[in-house]
């Protein structure tokens, strides 16, 4: 442990005396992120942390990447299998697009890049939905693993992996999450393991985003002056239209 990851695990015990929270409930995904806020989690609250795999379609070595961390760390792990219940909403999905108004321009044929987002947000949000259901009946807190990297840029699913009640590493770039992981003693299969899908949920690579991670982060610790302007005018653009994001809905007192 360090002084960073001390602080942060103080953080949590505070939160969980100023709620009266008994613990925490964390979303078990297999990467880097989520691992190091479960221990962080379990640092808190030792007998009092509940890692949950929710696989959905994924990578099976990402769910024996998350069961590993749960075997090093001896953490209480639930697992929940979402793909029939994804299935079945997803056949109601595409029923309901079909029937959509026709004066609106929609489109959802197979490849349509409309229909990326929309379909890719449904399993974050059905995560959201179970880990909320857990953390109610057992009177956790729902613990996010969103890093500040892709907070910043709106990398998250409103409702989805942004529906939580706090995030420990929110304030850490990736690089620093990293470290963390170090420090914790995170197993390096999992601190050495490549991203699975980009920095969002539907993205399939760094080519593909049009930037990469330490550019990404060069911009945000030292300003736009250290990126190519292209890049910079694009995060600040990203920061800008994903503010909602970050910010509780608006009401027409406070525009």
Not at 218 to 241: S, W
Request: glycine fraction near 8%.
């Amino acid at each position: 442990m360090s002084a960073r990851t001390d602080a942060i695990v103080d953080w949590l015990r505070q939160r969980l005396a100023q709620t009266g929270a008994r613990g925490f409930v964390v979303g078990l995904s297999g990467g880097l992120d989520s691992a190091v806020v479960a221990r962080l989690c379990q640092q808190a609250a030792p007998a009092n942390v509940l890692a949950v795999q929710l696989p959905c379609h994924g990578n099976p070595e990402d769910d024996d990447a998350a069961r590993l961390l749960a075997d090093h760390f001896e953490m209480p792990t639930m697992r929940i299998d979402l793909a029939p219940v994804y299935d079945v909403f997803v056949e109601d999905l595409g029923y309901a697009a079909d029937h959509l108004p026709d004066d609106q321009d929609v489109s959802y044929a197979p490849g349509d890049i409309r229909a990326r987002v929309p379909m890719a947000n449904v399993k974050p949000r059905l995560r959201m939905t179970t880990l909320y259901f857990l953390a109610n009946a057992m009177n956790y807190l729902v613990a996010g693993s969103g890093n500040r990297c892709e907070l910043e840029i709106g990398c998250v699913t409103k409702y989805g992996d942004g529906g939580v009640d706090l995030l420990p590493i929110g304030h850490l770039l990736k690089s620093e999450v990293r470290e963390a992981a170090r420090e914790l003693d995170v197993p390096s299969e999992i601190i050495d393991k490549a991203p699975s899908a980009g920095l969002w949920t539907g993205q399939a690579d760094e080519a593909e985003m049009g930037f990469r991670y330490d550019e990404l982060e060069r911009y945000l610790a030292n300003g736009a002056q250290t990126v190519a302007p292209e890049l910079a005018a694009l995060f600040e653009r990203l920061v800008r239209q994903n503010e909602h994001k970050r910010t509780p809905p608006p009401t027409p007192e406070h525009q």
